[in-house]
């Protein structure tokens, strides 16, 4: 019996101690709150260079096409509270109805909510169409190709998904998933996740997840080589479902009781968005949102870790010529420019490879004399591990071309080589 005590004991301060490192974490998530509020109370305005930047999220399931329980009043509250400027629905394609046309539609509360679907082709590759439409119930399980043209032959937008499993890059898709909330939450590890919740969750719900983030560097990789050769689209994926979590008490209508749910619509709102820049003189409109997605004219920010409202890559032609954005084509010799409304260590990339790096800075500027497809990606050292190795920003590239390449209307930098 004393044996058996002895054993209960020592158990006992080991679980006790196994908890040290939860309860230091807890201690470094507060941290890491208190350094976040600060840092955006020291936003810095930015420059006028056109642009509106509005921010959103994009795939977004709901009770409509299955795998969710997320209801419309979910999702149109959350998005309210997030400020968020337009949600892209992408819905799994129902049999006997247009799931798209059936989930939110239109505006409703701040909001400009796009109806779009998710499918799978015979070859089992994943694509988020934006936005849906009632055919796509058959055309699941179709090839890759003649999927592909089916949705370019209507003008919307093929965006591959889950591109770790993807294989067709010759295909012509318009955007790739870089980063996925979803893809992220199952790459975590779930024992050393769930403890952190344990202490951390109900406190810090987005900061616990967040420090679990790694760059998707396989992802970043598959997007650059296709960008080396033709014009893509990057963006992050939400892909919130509203179903991961449990309860001890509950019922089939919905009523729970003492209940941890870890991917509410707010906290996965809140942890990342897609920010579109929209010429200043233009309405923010459907229209709007699907041309600033499909030209690139757009950027991801982990914003939980700041607001990345303003964070701009573009070069200035002069001469009254409109500024180029992310998703442009400029002539070699252009000075691409970044502006961020957060100190942050900006790293710019030409074809994959990194070529500038600037530490702590609020602006930089390079002069892209060798074509290529450049981008960006701004960390934010200062928060610690593991935030200098996973961006807070990641923007859409700019294309340097041949100056006899680029096609006319398309802005002409002063300096050219
Ligand atoms: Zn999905």
Known sequence: MRTFKRILLVAGCLLLVAQIPFAVNLYRTARLASEIEEMNRSRSSVPDLGFKDYKGVIHVHSFVGGHSTGTFDELIRAANENGLDFVVMTEHVANEFDSSAKTLNEKHGRAIWIGGNE???????????????????KLRFVSTDELLSEI?????????????????????????????LHTNAKGMNPFLFLMDAVWSFRTYPELTMARHFRRPSENLARFDKVAESRKVSLFGGNDAHSNIGFHLFGDDANNKLFEIKYDRYGTIFRLMRTHILIPEHEELSREAILAALRSGRSF?????????????????????????????????????????????????????????????????EFEAKETGTYRVEAYLDSLGAPFDEMPWVITNPIYVRNPSALNTGVPKPTNQN
């Open 300 to 364: 991801l920010g982990l914003d939980i870790l700041g607001d990345s409202s303003g964070f701009v890559f573009y070069s200035e032609a002069g001469n009254g010529a409109p500024v180029a954005s992310a998703g442009s084509d400029v002539a070699r010799g252009s000075v691409l420019q970044v502006v961020s409304p957060l100190p942050a260590r900006i790293v710019i990339l030409k074809d994959g490879t990194k070529i500038f790096e600037s530490e702590a800075v609020r602006s930089a």
């Open 119 to 137: 499918t799978t082709t015979s070859g089992g590759e994943k694509f988020l169409v934006i936005e849906g439409f009632d055919e796509l119930n």
């Open 152 to 180: 370019g032959g209507r003008e919307k937008l093929a965006f591959v998904t889950y591109p770790e499993s993807f294989k067709s890059w010759d295909s012509d898709f318009d955007g790739i998933e870089v980063f996925s």
